[in-house]
């Protein structure tokens, strides 16, 4: 099936500091793209769906200023997490979704986990 | 929140028993989905069951459907150590695409 990945897969920085993560679809366009949160031992929580070439769309309670999304290419997302603080860490886990596809069409990639210190 | 609820949290068996967890959802629905996340890892999509169907199997998985009550159950049967996981129901609410997670049942099978 169609492969997902993210870089990095594991990131620790200092508190104040800004972490990019890469969220790249390797062999087919992703004209969307989703950010979830999960925090230890809970659930997934979507953060914001991004569309190529459009600004992302946030869900109610994601700050759009402190989560950046660039979906600059069909097979390229980033979310920048900004001036991160220990309470950001959490793992970052993208899904793509194809224009015009149902959900059975959407591919996860493994994960990034961010440590804030 | 529309996040759906999954039951139970934890469950302990040992292996070749079956593993039965439920989930519950708030919305209308066009499909409902199952994933499996080993710790630390990503989701693997293990069934995807559409909201005019009932019941579903894919080898040891058997999943149901009753949209009238609004709720879904996954059905592993002869459980091995390594179906040891977290497994999330997942609802299409919102359309396009976007995915509401179940709370999530952790699953521990001793060998």
């Known amino acids: 099936g169609a492969v997902v990945s993210q870089h990095p897969s594991r990131v620790i920085c200092k508190s104040g500091t800004s972490v990019k993560i890469e969220c790249r679809s390797l062999?087919?366009?992703?004209?969307?793209m989703f950010w979830y949160r999960q925090f230890p031992k809970q659930s997934l929580m979507l953060m914001a769906t991004?569309?190529?070439?459009?600004?992302?769309?946030?869900e109610q309670g994601v700050e759009k200023d402190k989560f950046l999304i660039n979906h600059a290419s069909l097979t390229l997302s980033t979310l920048t997490v900004t001036s991160a603080h220990p309470e950001d860490s959490s793992f970052y886990i993208c899904?793509?979704?194809?224009?015009?596809?149902?959900?059975?069409?959407?591919?996860f990639g493994p994960g990034t986990r961010l440590t804030v210190l | 929140s529309q996040q759906g609820e999954e039951d139970p949290q934890a469950l302990s068996i040992q292996e070749g028993e079956n593993a039965t967890m439920n989930c519950s959802y708030k919305?209308?629905?066009?499909?409902l989905q199952w994933y499996r996340q080993n710790s630390g890892r990503g989701l693997v999509h293990l069934i995807l069951?559409?909201?005019?169907?009932r019941e579903k199997h894919s080898g040891r998985l058997r999943v149901t459907l009753d949209t009238s009550k609004k709720s879904s159950s996954l059905l592993i049967t002869a459980s091995r150590a390594a179906d040891t996981a977290s497994y999330f129901c997942?609802?299409?609410?919102?359309?396009?695409?976007?995915?509401?997670f179940g709370t999530g049942t952790r699953l521990l099978v001793s060998p």
């Open positions: 997942a609802t299409d609410f919102g359309g396009f695409q976007k995915l509401v």
């Open positions: 919305t209308s629905i066009n499909n």
């Open positions: 899904s793509t979704g194809v224009r015009g596809g149902s959900t059975d069409t959407q591919y």
């Open positions: 062999d087919f366009q992703a004209t969307t």
């Open positions: 069951i559409r909201s005019n169907e």
């Open positions: 991004s569309n190529e070439g459009s600004k992302a769309t946030y």
